[in-house]
């Protein structure tokens, strides 16, 4: 499921934009969006370059800089990807080999955070990341599901890479600086909200099971969507996965003795791990 996307036409495409647009429909509100890499995004909203992060992970450190909504947009889940030649009980185990994040990520913040021992190699995108773990630049790298999988798919290198149980479930939220968090109030006073049906009908847009899905139940349509967003120019392609919402997990005590799964194969769509803006033009 894509979060935001350039479409082959270079237009943004994906959940998240369905979702402002559709507000700003509703709301006679010029938007106009921002994509680039993850950590230029949370910059753009601290610095009031944009108004508001269109979607994400709220945490700790990110508090300090930026006002985060309390309605939740979706819910993500984050994975280790583990060379399978590396034998491991537990993340915390694998002191000694370089473990790919991408750079200002939420992960990146767990991790450093909960297993300080761990050696972290920070990346601007899933895309790089993923190649360099293909290389053997980083034998772990840390990802949403299911970016990693579609990257190591179009890699060819999926079964060289297991899994384990997730390190934790977030929701994504909307986000502005700390002195601009009256207009996420403003937003979500608004009197013409989009409707509980109109929200749905976004979200099966662009929502895939996160079970395996037998190709002949594939329509030709979603092969089609697969294959224009996975062709288009846009750097750093991810998938982020239909989650049923679970409360945050914030744990280490799932990787302990659990067994290793191998990646789910049925993938649908993509998008792009640049930071989904908006820019609010009143």
């Not at 050696?119 to 630049?137: F, I, R």
């Not at 772990?140 to 990257?151: A, E, I, K, L």
Request: net charge neutral.
């Amino acid at each position: 499921m894509p979060y935001s996307f350039l479409d082959q036409e270079g237009q943004p495409r994906g959940i998240l934009v369905d979702l402002w647009r559709l507000y700003a429909d509703k709301n006679n509100i010029d938007v106009e969006f921002k994509l680039v890499d993850w950590a230029d995004s949370i910059d753009l909203v601290r610095t009031g370059a944009a108004h508001v992060h269109g979607g994400l992970n709220e945490t700790k450190i990110r508090k300090k800089g930026l006002f985060f909504s309390t309605t939740e947009i979706i819910h993500i889940r984050t994975l280790a990807f583990i060379n399978e030649d590396i034998e491991f009980r537990d993340l915390a185990e694998l002191t000694s080999v370089l473990i790919g994040v991408i750079a200002s990520s939420s992960a990146e913040e767990f991790l450093r955070t909960n297993i300080s021992k761990l050696t972290l190699k920070p990346y601007p995108n899933d895309k790089l990341m993923v190649e360099s773990a293909v290389s053997g630049e980083v034998d772990v790298f840390v990802s949403d599901y299911p970016t990693g999988y579609y990257h190591l798919i179009s890699l060819e290198s999926l079964d060289r890479f297991d899994t384990g149980p997730a390190l934790y479930t977030r929701p994504i939220l909307a986000a502005t600086k700390q002195s601009d968090g009256a207009l996420l109030d403003r937003i979500s006073a608004s009197t013409k909200k989009p409707s509980r049906h109109e929200i749905e009908r976004i979200r099966a847009r662009w929502l895939i099971p996160e079970e395996p899905m037998p190709a002949w139940l594939i329509t030709d349509e979603q092969r089609m969507r697969l294959h224009a967003v996975a062709t288009t120019p846009a750097q750093g392609l991810r998938i982020l996965p239909c989650s049923v919402p679970q409360p945050s997990q914030p744990s280490l005590h799932g990787w302990a003795g659990q067994p290793v799964q191998r990646p789910f194969r049925g993938l649908l769509s993509v998008h792009s791990r640049y930071g989904l803006h908006t820019r609010w033009i009143i």
